[in-house]
């Protein structure tokens, strides 16, 4: 009994090192960003929005809309494989209330694990930096990334699923995506990892 | 006598870590009101505010964006409770606030809107939860002096239109709970 209690002592370490480490992984490969270390600059913004549609109600969302409206049967093929659409958004009254680094949370995971930045994506708004990116897996887009920044405001839109940016514009205004006013790439893709 | 204490120490740290529900039935609406009662030091007024309204609210139209007048929720499904003329003041921890709110809901709701203005003490939270066929949505609105929490049934189809504009749906179904028969 005791010589199984020791033996169980010294895997679990293992076991939950395997155990976390595969939710991390799985976590990573889904195309789905943690946002939730961005909630710090809430109390200092003057203006905070947050939209998120997860898993569950995407699969729900998509069957509410009608097959006979040709609008909706495009809204409807669009969400069909989308998994998740998650909004934020920080307004600061002055320039400069927040640090590069209060983001750093988000473009560390953008950096690395399978996110690809699509150059040549800027906006067409002044003073806007805004970055995209594309989650591959297996030759599949399973997740999109937009990252908006300039003095007074952040901007972060992560979903989940085949998306592109064409499908992207699509969606623009609705379902708490707000209007990005992408310019067009010049090139198509190249991995910055 | 090491195997014991090693034992007792794994059997607390397996107790702690088991997830037991703060509240074993989860009402939502209630859990929310009771949130934030103790959040901003208010007390709700339910019944002054619908004989105000001559408890007309669950017949009351609201404009659908995209222009015609539509009725979103089900005739009778609305529970709606008011704060009327007090102090919400979040003392600079707005951010706390939608944490207790999210923490009285538990899981059976999901978020899908928050607007949080500090500066204003402005905000706007949505919530959803299926209810059978239909839906369950479930709005807080606070400003400095007032505050209304609804909660509305509604059919899919007319969860599906107000969806593709989330941010304006608090404010929809506020309107068509609070707002008196024209």
């Given at each position: 009994m005791r010589e199984t209690l020791r033996t169980s002592l010294k895997i679990a370490p293992i076991m939950l090192l395997l155990l976390f480490g595969g939710a991390m992984t799985s976590r990573a490969q889904s195309g789905k960003l943690q946002l939730?270390?961005?909630?710090?600059?809430?109390?200092?913004?003057?203006?905070?929005?947050?939209?998120?549609?997860?898993?569950?109600?995407?699969?729900?969302?998509?069957?509410?809309?009608s097959g006979k409206d040709p609008d909706e049967?495009?809204?409807?093929?669009?969400?069909?494989?989308?998994?998740?659409?998650?909004?934020?958004?920080?307004?600061?009254?002055?320039?400069?209330?927040?640090?590069?680094?209060?983001?750093?949370?988000?473009?560390?995971?953008?950096?690395?694990?399978?996110?690809?930045?699509?150059?040549?994506?800027?906006?067409?708004k002044e003073n806007e930096n805004v970055e995209v990116y594309l989650m591959m897996v297996a030759d599949q887009i399973s997740g999109l990334a937009v990252v908006s920044l300039n003095p007074k405001e952040v901007t972060v839109v992560n979903i989940v699923g085949p998306i592109n940016l064409e499908k992207l514009s699509q969606l623009e205004g609705s379902f708490g995506i707000p209007d990005l006013d992408l310019a067009k790439p010049k090139a198509k893709k190249d991995n910055e990892n | 006598m090491k195997t014991k204490l090693t034992l007792t120490g794994l059997l607390l740290a397996l107790a702690c870590s088991l997830p037991f529900p703060a509240h074993a039935d989860h009402d939502g609406f209630n859990?929310?009101?009771?949130?934030?009662?103790?959040?901003?030091?208010?007390?709700?007024?339910?019944?002054?505010?619908?004989?105000?309204?001559?408890?007309?609210?669950?017949?009351?139209?609201?404009?659908?964006?995209?222009?015609?007048?539509?009725?979103?929720?089900?005739?009778?499904?609305?529970?709606?409770?008011?704060?009327?003329?007090?102090?919400?003041?979040?003392?600079?921890?707005?951010?706390?606030f939608k944490t207790s709110v999210q923490k009285a809901l538990g899981t059976e709701w999901s978020t899908l809107v928050q607007t949080l203005s500090p500066k204003d003490e402005q905000q706007t939270?949505?919530?959803?939860?299926?209810?059978?066929?239909?839906?369950?949505?479930?709005?807080?609105?606070i400003d400095r002096r007032d505050a209304t929490v609804v909660q509305a049934t509604l059919k899919p189809e007319v969860l599906a239109e107000l969806l593709k504009d989330p941010a304006d749906m608090g404010k929809s179904i506020t309107d068509e709970a609070t707002t008196a028969d024209p």
């Open positions: 939730d270390q961005l909630d710090a600059l809430t109390n200092r913004a003057s203006n905070t929005v947050e939209v998120k549609l997860d898993e569950n109600l995407m699969q729900t969302t998509w069957k509410l809309f049967i495009a809204i409807k093929d669009l969400l069909k494989n989308i998994k998740g659409i998650y909004v934020k958004s920080f307004s600061f009254e002055k320039e400069n209330e927040y640090a590069p680094a209060e983001i750093d949370s988000v473009m560390s995971q953008l950096r690395g694990g399978g996110w690809s930045k699509i150059v040549g994506i800027t906006s067409k | 859990d929310v009101v009771k949130a934030i009662e103790q959040f901003y030091h208010v007390k709700h007024q339910s019944i002054p505010f619908l004989a105000r309204t001559g408890m007309k609210a669950a017949r009351t139209a609201a404009k659908i964006k995209g222009g015609e007048w539509k009725q979103l929720a089900e005739a009778g499904s609305f529970r709606v409770v008011f704060f009327e003329d007090q102090r919400f003041d979040s003392r600079g921890q707005i951010a706390n939270h949505v919530f959803l939860r299926q209810a059978g066929p239909k839906f369950h949505v479930l709005v807080i609105e």
